[in-house]
């Protein structure tokens, strides 16, 4: 194979998936790494491309992680989680069942636009065609808002998913038990296979997804799978780009009476007027409001 080099020397690849500290990267001739990062700090993310130096027959140390396209990251105080890297979109993965948080859609939709990441929901599962109807209800104000909402059973086809796919890096997020491992299994069968060795090598016989994992779809098209979701801080965000993260709300951006506008309960809120007379929907400005106040309060 090309890519092998001698001992020590630097290889190229994309890590394909992370395990806490440990990274399995992938050259572009096939081969495939176990590589640590070098030093303490771990930033490198599922979808990276590094620079590493191998010291082994299938490991190495990561040397440097090339620029990035886009970073997808969730952070709190003092820590960020790095959840994909070099994505040019985002899949909010939603089912009929068990029931879904909108708090965790709007966070994941902010973290998105600020990376300038295309991004659009999916509703699984709707095979359960009463859940589904009530589901559907409770997404009026993302549609509203412009995101595209698809509606499909990850058992029965995926397939409709493939259009938006196509020459675009995915990353498929949302909590635990909504489809998305079900979803990629279904679009790429050998992914199955792929899951089932790595809970092997866990020795985990569980369903559920432990570590992110970046799939490819074809030449030009990935996937990334990620462990489900409980919470997702954006302490990373300044309160302005928590409001750019509500794309409805830019059309009104300089028109509020005051200048400093927190959108919050100021008079002459152009917001608040919007929202009122139904042009931007309530409940997007009620949960700007409720994440504004979590996540920048600290601002002021
Ligand atoms: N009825 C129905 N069940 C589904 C569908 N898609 C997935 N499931 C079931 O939902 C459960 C959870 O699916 P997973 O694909 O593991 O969910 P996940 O989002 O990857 O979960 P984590 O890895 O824990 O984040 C499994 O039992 C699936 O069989 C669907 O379209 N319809
Ligand atoms: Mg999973
Ligand atoms: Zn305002």
């Known amino acids: ?126 095979d359960l065609a009463e859940s589904a109807k009530s589901a559907l209800a409770r997404l009026v104000p993302y549609r509203q808002a412009g995101y595209r909402i698809i509606e499909l059973s990850a058992l029965q086809d995926a397939g409709r998913l493939l259009p938006l796919l196509a020459r675009q890096s995915t990353v498929l997020v949302g909590q635990s038990g909504m489809g998305k491992s079900t979803i990629i299994n279904a679009l790429l069968p050998e992914a199955r296979i792929a899951t089932r060795e790595i809970s092997l090598f866990l020795a985990s016989g569980r369903h559920t997804t432990t570590n992110a994992r970046l799939y490819r779809l074809d030449a030009d098209s990935t996937l990334i799978d990620c462990p489900g979701l409980q919470e997702f801080g954006l302490h990373h965000l300044a309160r302005q780009d928590i409001v750019h993260g509500f794309v409805e709300f830019r059309a009104y951006s300089g028109q509020c009476r005051f200048q400093n506008c927190r959108h919050l309960s100021e008079p002459g809120c152009a917001l608040a007027l919007a929202a009122k007379n139904g042009a931007i929907h309530p409940q997007r400005l009620e949960m700007f409001r409720r994440i504004s106040l979590a996540e920048a309060g600290r601002n002021g």
């Open 1 to 126: 194979m090309q890519d092998v080099g001698a001992g020590g020397a630097t290889l190229h690849g994309q890590v394909i998936a992370a395990f806490g500290r440990q990274y399995l990267v992938k050259t572009d001739g096939g081969g495939q790494f176990a590589c640590f990062p070098r030093g303490k700090k771990s930033d490198v993310a599922c979808g990276d491309r590094v620079a590493f130096a191998r010291t082994g027959d299938d490991q190495g140390v990561i040397e440097s992680v090339d620029p990035r396209s886009s970073l997808f990251l969730r952070s709190a105080a003092h820590r960020q989680k790095l959840i994909a890297a070099n994505v040019s979109q985002l899949a909010v993965i939603l089912a009929a069942e068990p029931s879904f948080s909108e708090e965790l859609i709007n966070r994941c939709l902010i973290a998105a636009e600020f990376q300038s990441m295309n991004a659009f929901i999916v509703l699984n599962k709707c």
